[in-house]
């Protein structure tokens, strides 16, 4: 069985006796990559200042590879590697300079580990130069190596492609992964990139107002919503394509939308034989249009933020 790292159950918090954090449950894997979205004031900051002992939970249990971080404090942190909102490094220092010290703190740290990690995350050709000559994601980058000195078994990440150019969110994915498979980190994800997180992250737990409203995989999150087709005829017609359509062994679900238009979530494969069978039953088919569900979709339904915002394809039988 795969290890459980991180058990958060019944989490609550108030800040100034107005709850803020409701009920928030969930578990994180040992070789996986953990998002956690919300909108803007959803929780995740206090969520993640909890999980990292820079803010008291009022209520629920936090346990990090099996301690429980309100019981026993310093064994379970030991276990964390985190970096909130930007790394803190000495910008006139070296970057080998940063790690020394930073081993220095932690105990226990050989010269040979830095050199390690310094390989590990890339930064052999740069890691004696001056911080302050460093993009922004080289200093990520050595923010990461500092978190992961010591050999933690979970690595939290608030934001972690913040600032970065599309280059620089493409090369942090790419380590993100390595972090898990290759190291067998699990690695929590705290942003607000939906297109990252879908491409980067094995499971996800969408937080709105203080609750965790849904935890499951990425892909299989995605799939309570099958791609959707939006049906034109002539509006005379729209009774009947309605029960062709609700008829089809393709199709899941048919609504109305107004203007001899219906949607349907259906295999948008199959859509060249649904339009065979209403042209065979004499409804005129005007237009269709297919629209890929995306992880933003999912995200703006169950955080009533919004509809069916996605993709689009126009076109007679487009895909």
Request: glycine residues 10%; hydrophobic residues 40%; charged residues 25%.
């Given at each position: ?143 990461i190596a500092q978190a992961m000195l ?36 699990a690695v929590f994800i705290s942003s ?5 997180i879908e491409m980067m992250c094995d ?117």
């Amino acid at each position: 069985m795969t290890e459980t790292v991180l058990s958060v159950k019944g989490l609550h918090k108030k800040i100034g006796g107005k709850p803020i954090i409701h009920n928030i449950t969930f578990d994180v894997f040992a070789g996986e990559v953990f998002g956690f979205l919300g909108p803007n004031g959803a929780g995740k900051t206090t969520t993640i200042r909890m999980l990292v002992g820079l803010a008291a939970a009022d209520g629920g249990e936090i346990h990090i590879g099996g301690i429980s971080l309100q019981d026993q404090f310093p064994q379970a942190i030991s276990q964390v590697g985190c970096i909130v909102e930007n790394p803190e490094l000495y910008k006139f220092m070296t970057g080998r300079e940063n790690l020394e010290q930073f081993a220095r703190m932690s105990g226990g740290i050989t010269l040979e580990r830095i050199d390690e990690i310094v390989r590990f995350v890339d930064l052999e050709r740069a890691i004696d130069d001056k911080v302050k000559t460093y993009s922004l994601g080289m200093r990520q980058r050595l923010g990461i190596a500092q978190a992961m000195l010591h050999r933690p078994k979970i690595l939290i990440l608030d934001e972690p492609t913040n600032g970065l150019d599309p280059a620089g969110i493409r090369e942090m994915r790419q380590f993100i992964r390595k972090l898990a498979e290759e190291e067998g980190l699990a690695v929590f994800i705290s942003s607000h990139l939906l297109s990252e997180i879908e491409m980067m992250c094995d499971r996800v737990a969408i937080i709105s107002k203080g609750k965790v409203i849904s935890v499951g995989l990425v892909k299989e999150l995605m799939e309570q919503f099958a791609d959707q087709v939006d049906w034109t005829v002539q509006e005379a017609s729209v009774p009947k394509a309605r029960e062709v359509l609700k008829g089809h062994p393709a199709v899941t679900e048919v609504w109305e939308v107004g203007d001899g238009r219906l949607k349907c979530r259906m295999d948008v494969e199959r859509v060249s034989d649904v339009n065979q069978t209403l042209v065979r039953e004499g409804i005129p088919v005007l237009g269709i249009a297919t629209k890929t569900v995306t992880l933003e979709d999912l995200f703006l339904t169950l955080t009533q933020g919004g509809g069916n915002r996605g993709t689009e394809h126009a076109g007679i039988g487009s895909k």
